[in-house]
């Protein structure tokens, strides 16, 4: 009988082939450091299974920096992540869609070596009736001194991620996550309390028959974003095409890397500069995406080239499958974003 693989194995195995040609050793440092987002992700889904059941849903009462009403368990999810990596010497820094400020620690750079950016649960307005809702992370190596302050370190662009993933919570909870080497997903086995490979070096379809927006807000897009899914839906791909739209970004993007097809996000009269924000949303997916064969811009360039000006930087969001995403780099940009 073939022995499972939690994620912690898979990282170290993940470590020691990349270290092979050097002749070092995995430390387990960032095995260590991502069982902590892994411990989080399990207390914030047994509350949510138990949401129903305890007085965890609605609101909290209070706005968050992004001035949004906070949910309950926008709170408890948030409290869990700086719980559980808090602890991790090897953390420097905590940046969270809840927090206004980025938390750090009196750690110095050989020990505190990594800076977590997170969305602690994303689509938790969902929560009341029972949708899909998600945990988005991203993994950042904190500069050397003499090339940049901590702070500096908390803005540098997603191309120089060495990590990032998402939690589902559904009918199943599936970690899904990326050093940089292929995209691999784990599926919550509540029997024994670990996440266990299920998905090994997953990749998106060259083209899907899905694409997901929110059509409410046509009236405020670019005319190229009509035209464009007006393609879609008219067969310029030489597909038909369905709509699906979950209104919660990890679940949307979840579907669209298992089934290809395109998501959308992006820019309106109302929001000119977009509603998705780069650190803790746009990028991890983005890597996410590229990694699993598929493309991520922001209608002006590459999501992972945009250097961030703040922590909580909005932009347009489109990613998705390699051909709907090329046509649609063709008609928003006149001369093709890359």
Request: hydrophobic share 40%; aromatic share 8%; net charge negative.
């Amino acid at each position: 009988m073939a022995m499972i693989t939690t994620v912690q194995q898979h990282i170290l195995q993940q470590q020691q082939a990349a270290l092979k040609a050097t002749g070092r050793e995995a430390s387990g440092t960032f095995s260590w450091l991502l069982s902590g987002i892994t411990l989080a992700a399990k207390m914030v889904e047994a509350k949510i299974r138990s949401a129903g059941l305890s007085d965890v849903l609605g609101a909290f009462g209070a706005e968050n920096v992004q001035g949004e009403q906070q949910q309950k368990l926008d709170v408890y999810a948030n409290q869990a992540l700086l719980h559980c990596l808090g602890l991790r010497d090897s953390v420097a820094a905590l940046v969270s869609e809840e927090d206004e400020e980025p938390v750090t620690f009196n750690r110095d750079a050989e020990t505190g070596k990594y800076i977590i950016v997170f969305d602690p649960l994303d689509g938790s307005s969902n929560i009341d009736v029972n949708v899909n809702v998600g945990t988005i992370f991203s993994v950042l190596r904190r500069m050397p001194a003499e090339l940049g302050t901590l702070e500096e370190s908390i803005l540098q662009p997603g191309f120089r991620q060495v990590a990032a993933g998402y939690v589902v919570y559904g009918p199943s909870t599936v970690l899904v996550y990326t050093t940089g080497n292929g995209v691999h997903g784990f599926t919550l086995d509540p029997t024994i309390g670990a996440f266990v490979l299920s998905n090994e070096k997953m990749t998106m379809p060259e083209q899907g028959s899905y694409y997901s927006v929110n059509e409410a807000n046509a009236a405020g897009w670019p005319e190229e974003y009509r035209g464009y899914v007006d393609m879609l839906r008219t067969g310029g791909l030489q597909k038909e095409y369905s709509s699906r739209y979950i209104g919660s970004l990890v679940a949307d993007f979840h579907r669209t890397l298992l089934k290809g097809g395109v998501f959308l996000y992006p820019p309106t009269l109302k929001q000119p500069k977009g509603k998705l924000r780069l650190l803790y949303e746009a990028n991890p997916l983005a890597f996410i995406a590229e990694q699993a064969g598929g493309m991520a811009t922001s209608g002006a360039g590459r999501i992972l080239d945009i250097k961030p000006e703040g922590i909580h930087q909005r932009t347009p969001f489109c990613v998705g499958s390699k051909r709907e995403m090329e046509a649609l780099v063709a008609a928003v940009s006149p001369v093709g974003v890359k």
